[in-house]
């Protein structure tokens, strides 16, 4: 799952919104001095990202790709479904996406100096490009690979994969139509297990 996703998931608690970002950025424990909403947001976040890996639909999805994509197959999917989440946003949320995304750019920068470099650089950048409400088009998708691609140590095709993914889309957007509801309800059972 990429960014859009980990928020809707995330629900409205805005510590949860900033653990599920900073799930992207910490590596190893949680911090016990974190408030208890936002080490929950890191662990539904880890949580969320294993439920995915390992489901079978996502599996499908990856496996549509073929090298030199394939290594980076994972990305590509991430991605594409954070584009089918943004194209059909209304399926899923009565909250306009630009709304939605206005909230989670406000709650994040509220409290963003709090967080390690490498997150605030990340809220600057989602914020000032509006990067939720550009994954609606493909050319935000685009946008977002070829930066991606470019932080990446090693070489690597992902600036140029977007024709790949354009090539796959029907058959992604069945595939995260049909998962998407399984990750909702798995988010919402670890949310509700923690009295949120």
């Keep these: 799952m990429n960014y859009l996703a980990h928020f809707?998931?995330?629900?409205?608690?805005p510590e949860l919104l900033a653990g599920s970002l900073l799930g992207e950025f910490l590596r190893g424990p949680v911090p016990e001095d974190w408030s208890p909403g936002?080490?929950?947001?890191?662990?539904?976040?880890?949580?969320v990202d294993a439920f995915t890996d390992a489901h079978p639909l996502t599996a499908r999805s990856r496996g549509r790709f073929q090298p030199p994509f394939r290594r980076y197959a994972g990305i590509l999917v991430?991605?594409?479904?954070?584009?089918?989440l943004a194209r059909d946003w209304s399926d899923y949320s009565p909250v306009p996406l630009a709304e939605f995304a206005?909230?989670?750019?406000?709650?994040l920068g509220v409290r963003q100096a709090e967080?390690?470099?490498a997150m605030q650089r990340g809220i600057a950048y989602?914020?000032?490009?509006?990067?939720?409400?550009?994954y609606r088009e493909m050319e935000g998708v685009g946008r977002?690979?070829?930066?991606?691609?470019?932080?990446l140590r090693r070489a690597n095709p992902l600036a140029d994969a977007l024709p790949e993914l354009e090539r796959h889309a029907d058959g992604l957007a069945e595939d995260f139509a049909a998962f998407f509801p399984d990750v909702v309800a798995h988010a919402a059972r670890i949310r509700g297990a923690s009295g949120q």
């Design 144 to 151: 977002a690979l070829r930066g991606i691609s470019g932080r």
């Design 8 to 13: 809707h998931l995330a629900g409205e608690d």
């Design 38 to 47: 936002v080490r929950l947001g890191v662990r539904l976040h880890r949580q």
């Design 126 to 134: 989602m914020t000032a490009h509006d990067l939720l409400c550009s």
């Design 102 to 107: 206005r909230v989670v750019y406000a709650r």
């Design 115 to 117: 967080w390690p470099p």
């Design 78 to 84: 991430d991605l594409f479904y954070d584009h089918c």
